[in-house]
């Protein structure tokens, strides 16, 4: 019974954590990550908030 529940909790949150292709703003690579992820990697996740603190200082 708490097995069926552990499986079916995992299973939305698998389909909530959907890997999807996507297209890294700052070096226009493609890759894939989960729905909320934006960048493809630290380093140009890092690199989008230097310059927008760049731009707005
Ligand atoms: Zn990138």
Known sequence: M???????????????????TKICP????????IKKAKFCSNKCRQKDKYQRNKLTQ
Do not use: D, M, P, Y
């Open 26 to 33: 700052v070096c226009k690579e493609e890759f894939e990550g």
């Open 2 to 20: 708490a097995v069926e529940n552990t499986l079916s909790a995992g299973a939305i949150l698998a389909s909530k954590r959907k890997i999807e």
